[in-house]
């Protein structure tokens, strides 16, 4: 059989000579034989015909390490893992699998190691890539690329002090390297160094002058101390780079959430997150995931079907962190009549309280954050989901794709299908700022978990004195408990006439509002407490979000204003006339446990209708479109 197997292919490349799967086949023959120098030469003249024939490539490693033939094994080797890592970029599996088999010719070569940190990284896969950049340091000590590497992936897992030393370590090997420097200043700000991160950007920038990303991390770290020396100059340098990029294809050096804290003008921050969604779908595409196959389009109930609308909802952010204070309740308040939810947490237990909540109360609770993302991706497919809420990032295993709080703006990829907002946050008028098609929720889409978890708040007894943090008890106080990268200096300076105007205050720095971005959660702390605010919207969403707030107090009138003279104004006008904020206080007061504002049972109803709208749609075949949800039955069931 094996011979009349040799002739066979022996005539086809007779007919064909460029036939490279002819040459492929008869090595395998000749391979099953034992004989290894026929094996070699045909798998050598099939890799002529078609160098990027990866079980060739793979086979003649094999055969040569067999033949004891280690030298040409390890070139072969070589070539392979250069070619691999071009082809990489759309058969990871493939090429990952091809770079352990070529460490089992030889360990002693840094290359497939290092070829495998960069599919290691893109997979989510932290463990494995640190412990690949561990050989390629074990190879070479001061290959300070390796060091700078593994400070990344230990970034990517919270072991900051690591990294810290990596780049510490590659700056003390080469203190030129302007690369370390800037990695070590993205270390300092996650461990609130601010001032010696500023210095770690300089540092960079004075080696190596022009580097974007050093650029705009620098006037970041400056904005978030206040520190406003040069800032018109810096930012228009920062908006030009950002501009450059988008008008060249390029992945913006400011990420979509970091802009949100810019001046910028909406257009501008749209494309921003265009071109991250698009970056994430090549890397998607490098999968080469099969296509997903999703629930057929029928409505949940009717005729015979007593289903559920199966709802998922996939964070980061599952643990102490602000969305689990604000969604917590959430998740067990649907109702299970009509909808399964199930939560995906991309991040591991921390442990907290919040965690734990979540964990427990959820109908199904999926820790994912072990595996890879076509992995993750995959498990949410397999558990049919139909509507799939994104709450921070960017994603696409169901038919219906969903981003909601924990990114205000749009995503800026054409796979998620709706943005849930309201009418005031994102007004039709603005819909071109927006890729998704927006659904209003009545009332104000942010949610609160306040009633449920914070109720002391409301009694006198447990709130504390202002002498608690050494505040003043005779003087009207001016605050602002905003992070202060949303303070600018038109806002200080207004917030400097105030005190001028009114003579006897203090301003405490946190809380007022930023021009590009204001108060969200520290605004609902604000409502919730029963302290008035001010705030001035503008066209960003994420400018919006605290007048929302207010209108769902039904006070709004008496804190919105539409300019920054009327900001000064109502702010002076409050100050100076007690029993005139005495008043708004108690009526804020008197309405946290029946405004809808911190109803989050109604809210999570009006959630429901939404959902249901959205896949009644899909079922009727419609494409995806701007709606507003109302609180009425029959136009917005939400069990049908």
């Not at 540092?203 to 206040?226: E, W, Y």
């Not at 006198?460 to 602002?480: H, I, V």
């Not at 605004?523 to 929302?548: C, F, H, I, N, Q």
Request: hydrophobic share 40%; aromatic share 12%.
């Amino acid at each position: 059989m094996p011979q009349k197997a040799i002739v066979c292919y022996q005539r086809a490349i007779q007919a064909q000579p460029d036939y490279a799967m002819a040459f492929a086949h008869l090595a395998d023959v000749y391979y099953e034989q034992g004989n290894l120098e026929m094996t070699i030469r045909n798998y050598r003249r099939a890799i002529a015909r078609d160098a990027e024939f990866f079980p060739e490539n793979y086979n003649l490693i094999n055969a040569l390490k067999e033949a004891g033939k280690v030298q040409e094994a390890i070139d072969c080797c070589h070539n392979f893992q250069k070619l691999l890592f071009v082809l990489s970029r759309n058969m990871m599996s493939t090429a990952a699998q091809c770079f352990k088999a070529s460490l089992s010719v030889t360990t002693d070569f840094s290359s497939p190691f290092r070829y495998l940190t960069v599919i290691y990284m893109q997979q989510r896969c932290y463990a494995q890539a640190i412990s690949c950049y561990n050989e390629v340091l074990r190879i070479d000590p001061v290959d300070t690329d390796a060091l700078v590497e593994r400070g990344n992936a230990y970034i990517e897992i919270d072991r900051v002090d690591e990294a810290m030393q990596d780049y510490t370590r590659a700056i003390a090997i080469s203190p030129t390297m302007a690369e370390a420097h800037m990695f070590l200043a993205n270390a300092y700000i996650m461990s609130d160094d601010v001032e010696s991160a500023i210095k770690s950007y300089r540092q960079a920038l004075m080696i190596c002058p022009d580097f974007p990303k050093a650029t705009c991390n620098l006037f970041h770290a400056l904005q978030s101390v206040c520190d406003w020396d040069n800032r018109e100059e810096m930012f228009i340098e920062v908006e030009g780079i950002l501009r450059r990029e988008v008008e060249m294809s390029f992945i913006p050096r400011v990420e979509p959430l970091q802009a949100l804290a810019y001046p910028l003008d909406p257009m501008l921050s749209q494309y921003i997150s265009l071109k991250y969604a698009e970056y994430f779908s090549v890397i998607a595409a490098r999968y080469s995931l099969s296509l997903f196959t999703h629930p057929p389009p029928l409505p949940i109930k009717g005729g015979d079907r007593k289903d559920r609308l199966r709802v998922g909802y996939v964070s980061s952010d599952f643990r102490d962190h602000s969305l689990s204070h604000l969604m917590g309740s959430v998740f067990w308040m649907h109702d299970r009549r009509n909808v399964e939810v199930f939560c995906y947490a991309l991040c591991p237990n921390d442990g907290s309280e919040f965690r734990i909540c979540i964990q427990s109360e959820a109908e199904h609770f999926i820790d994912v954050s072990s595996l890879t993302f076509d992995a993750t991706a995959r498990r949410i497919n397999e558990d049919r989901m139909q509507v799939l809420v994104d709450l921070n990032g960017y994603t696409k295993p169901a038919p219906i794709q969903v981003s909601y709080l924990g990114f205000p703006g749009t995503m800026g990829a054409p796979y998620i299908h709706y943005l849930i907002t309201d009418e005031f946050v994102s007004p039709l008028k603005y819909t071109h700022f927006y890729s998704e098609k927006l659904v209003h929720l009545p009332h104000c889409y942010f949610v609160h978990d306040y009633k449920q978890k914070n109720r002391d708040v409301l009694y006198p007894y447990c709130q504390p004195k202002r002498s608690d943090y050494g505040l003043p008890e005779d003087k009207f106080l001016f605050a602002c408990f905003n992070h202060l990268s949303k303070m600018d200096p038109e806002i200080f300076m207004t917030c400097v006439y105030q005190i001028v105007r009114f003579g006897f205050s203090d301003f405490h720095l946190q809380r007022r509002r930023g021009s590009a971005h204001n108060a969200h959660t520290t605004g609902t702390d604000v409502l919730w407490a029963g302290l008035p605010m001010v705030t001035l919207p503008l066209e960003k969403m994420a400018t919006r979000v605290a007048g929302s707030l207010c209108l769902a107090t039904g006070l709004g009138d008496d804190m919105i204003v539409s300019s920054m003279k009327e900001y000064e104004e109502k702010a002076v006008s409050l100050a100076l006339n007690r029993p005139k904020l005495q008043h708004l206080t108690n009526r804020l007061k008197a309405v946290r446990m029946s405004c809808p504002l911190f109803n989050t049972a109604r809210w999570a109803r009006n959630l429901e209708r939404a959902y249901f709208k959205m896949w009644n749609l899909h079922c009727s075949g419609q494409h995806p479109q701007h709606f507003k949800v109302t609180e009425n039955d029959s136009e917005f069931p939400f069990d049908r």
